[in-house]
């Protein structure tokens, strides 16, 4: 669910920073109506004047080259439009099943799946903690059983699946990896990814579990284990939607997203991984909000500073480390309650900035997110806008259509400029763990929210149908619910699984995972073999608490 004043629930007590604070990259106070959301100004017209110096062999490149501001392809969507993946899961993994097995018929070119936040927590369905939250903001999955539920009649090696799940994305992944096996599939055939980016879960989205140190260790140990095993895997979404979702501006989103996947390359090279082991498997997670002209400009800057980054500092001249590859969910934080069949034209119009931006694979929200989980028919509705972009516009036919406008240039710049000023703020803090540790960047977003709340409140920045344009009485709307019953389900599952399970050997099995978390052997490896084993994702989790123990962030005292 979302609501339009979302980004600033959690910021409502942040006070306005004050005018001439010197935090570079922070977007003024500026009057939404002549400013980006970044708080860059916007002219009423841009002229050649504005691209004085401005040279496009150094800034754009060849679309496919370096430093990829046109796309990370030569031919982008002229040969095949990006991957249509439709974000889905709820209740149980057979009710998910089903959904996914709509989507596919839909014509769906990939699947994604949400997770209850117990699974995203690493918690059981029968964990005291876990009560009331089964299966509600997403699938419960507790074990092999579930996962194997979850994909039932849908070959794995003919699908590309997304996993939106960050502290525990090992365990979810080796669940995926344990059930291709059962279906006879090669894990280097293997293709998808997990999110894994427990980074921005400090900033923004606090679905953490292990202090930093051992989060990043684990998410070393997942880039080693695929690449061996699942090449083809991506190993991490680095995500800056999440943070945009929290009221980041496309500076801040980007910024933070970049010193994050800075953090995540001398974690994994510390650990003694080569660049190209790893870095080709990296890819980015962004948000497209209705600002469309700024969402292009976003994309376009935020390829060409990545590719600098891998270029000049982790010195790799390997195109498929320099690429920024990405996928795009419309902005959730943008859906509102009221009147509801609006959002599919904010989707509309968030869906086609992501494509003329240069996506790899795009999810377009449901119109009634704000209210619940979707129907069936808007999950339809929302594969069929990016249908239509994709089959019944002209945006496809040419590669980065805005090349050489003298707005999106000018702005791709400006962004950079605001962009790099904030990576290097994070710098000077020590880097992206340090930084998060001092709470910077949370409180940096946590000022902008406040700052979009206050211009919704005030009319000044105009949302149809909220606060101009509104209805004296909405229509009547029957969301999908999720049956209660579901919670006391994944219970009696948990019950026969464990007296059917051979318990000794599940214990055997979590010792081996606890002695490598101990050590420097790979995790994963014992970890697989405890899930193989049927060791439920609260047992694995637990098992790892009690070795690394749990994150307490500064501000909880």
Known sequence: MADVTQAAQTAETVPEPNAGDPTPGRAPAADPRTSTESGLPFQPVYRPQDLDGWDPQVKLGEPGSYPYTRGVYPTMYTGRPWTMRQYAGFGTARESNERYHQLVRAGTGGLSVAFDLPTQMGYDSDDPIAHGEVGKVGVAIDSLDDMRLLFDGIPLDEVSTSMTI????????????????????????????????????????????????????????????????????????????????????????????????????????AAGLRIEQFAPRLSFFFVARTSLLEEVAKFRAARRIWARVMKEEFGTDDPKSQMLRFHTQTAGVQ???QQPEVNLVRVALQGLGAVLGGTQSLHTNSYDEAIALPTEKAARLALRTQQVIAYETDVTKTVDPFAGSYVVERMTDDLEDAIVALMDAVEERGGA?????????????????????????????????????????????????????IE??????????????????????????????????????????????????????????????TYVPPDAF
């Open 335 to 337: 859906l509102t309650a």
């Open 433 to 485: 763990v340090a930084a998060i540790e001092q709470g910077f960047q949370k409180t940096e977003i946590e000022r902008s929210a406040y700052r979009i709340s206050q211009q919704i409140d005030s009319g000044e920045r105009v949302v149809v149908g909220v606060n101009r344009f509104t209805v004296e009485e909405e229509e009547p709307y029957e969301p999908l619910r999720v049956d209660p019953a």
């Open 166 to 269: 960050n502290a525990p994305a090992s365990v979810l992944l080796l669940l995926y990896q344990l059930v291709a096996a059962e279906q006879g599939v090669d894990p280097a055939r293997l293709t998808g990814t997990i999110q894994n980016d427990v980074l921005k879960e400090y900033i923004a989205r606090g679905t953490y579990i292990f202090p930093p140190k051992e989060s990043l260790r684990l998410v070393s140990d997942s880039f080693a284990y695929c690449a061996t095993e699942m090449p083809r895997w991506n190993t991490i979404s680095i995500s800056g939607y999440h943070m945009a979702e929290a009221g980041a501006t496309p500076a801040q989103e980007i910024a933070f997203t970049l010193t994050n996947a800075r953090e995540y390359v001398r974690a994994a090279l």
């Open 488 to 549: 006391a389900e994944q219970r009696e599952r948990l019950a026969r699984l464990r007296e059917e399970r051979d318990g000794d050997a599940v214990r055997e099995a979590l010792a081996r995972l606890q002695e490598a978390a101990r050590g420097t052997d790979n995790v994963l490896y014992p970890m697989r073999d405890a899930l193989a084993a049927r060791a439920t994702v609260g047992e694995v989790s637990h098992a790892l608490r009690e070795v690394w123990g």
